[in-house]
C-alpha cells in the first residue's frame, strides 16, 4: 500500500508540473505564478495552488486536492532593507533575521522574481554585490552577476545592493540580489487591525 502512496503522490506532482505549477516549501503545496493576482491595496500578490495529500487508512487509500493561495509580498528585500536603512537600522540588524545559525528563529524563505522559485535563506552579506561577484558559466567564460541578469534575463540589478544566499549541502554557495526576492510569508502586521 506504501507503494500506492508514492505512485500517486509521483503522478500528481509530474501533471502539476506540466501546468508549470510549482512546489513551494516541503509541503505538497504547489502553485503557480504566471497566474498570480496582485492585490495591491495590501501590497501583495496572490498565487492560486492545490495542497496534494494522499492518505492511507484503513478503510482504504485517500486521495485529497484542496485549492489554496500562496500570499508573496510584493516589496522586495531590497526596500525592505533600504526602509530599515532609512528609520535608523544598521544593516547587521537587517542581516540577522536572514541569518539560519540563529536557530531561535525560523530559517527565511523568499521567492526569486526572476524565475519564481523558492529559496530557504541561510544568510545576507554586503560584502559582496552584484556588479563585484563574478562566476564561471557552463563554457567557462567568466562574468559578472549584473552581467549575467542583463544577458540571461534582461534584468538591470542595481550595482550596490546586498546578496542573499543559500548553502547547499555540496558546499555549493548561490547568491540572489536583494532587489529581486521577495518575502514568502504575509509581513507581521497583516493582521493587525488599521
Wanted: charged residues 25%; positive net charge.
Amino acid at each position: 500500500m506504501v507503494q500506492v502512496l508514492t505512485v500517486m503522490n509521483k503522478i500528481v506532482k509530474q501533471a502539476l508540473k506540466l501546468k508549470k505549477y510549482q512546489q513551494v516549501g516541503r509541503l505538497p503545496k504547489f502553485f503557480n505564478a504566471k497566474d498570480k493576482i496582485p492585490i495591491e491595496e495590501m501590497n501583495l500578490t496572490a498565487w492560486p495552488g492545490y495542497e496534494v495529500k494522499t492518505v492511507l487508512t484503513t478503510q482504504g487509500v485517500f486521495f485529497n486536492i484542496e485549492s489554496c493561495t500562496k500570499f508573496v509580498n510584493m516589496d522586495s528585500i531590497y526596500k525592505l532593507y533600504k526602509d530599515h536603512d532609512r528609520y535608523g537600522g544598521t544593516p547587521k540588524e537587517f542581516f540577522k533575521q536572514y541569518d539560519s545559525s540563529d536557530t531561535t528563529m525560523p530559517r527565511k524563505v523568499v521567492i526569486a522574481a526572476h524565475n519564481s522559485i523558492s529559496y530557504q535563506i541561510d544568510g545576507m552579506t554586503d560584502s559582496i554585490s552584484p556588479d563585484t561577484f563574478k562566476f564561471s558559466l557552463k563554457d567557462g567564460s567568466e562574468v559578472t552577476m549584473k552581467q549575467y541578469f542583463k544577458t540571461r534575463y534582461n534584468i538591470d540589478l542595481r550595482d550596490k545592493q546586498p546578496l542573499l544566499y543559500v548553502n547547499y549541502h555540496s558546499g555549493d554557495r548561490v547568491y540572489l540580489p536583494a532587489e529581486l526576492c521577495h518575502d514568502a510569508s504575509l509581513p507581521p502586521d497583516f493582521t493587525k487591525d488599521t
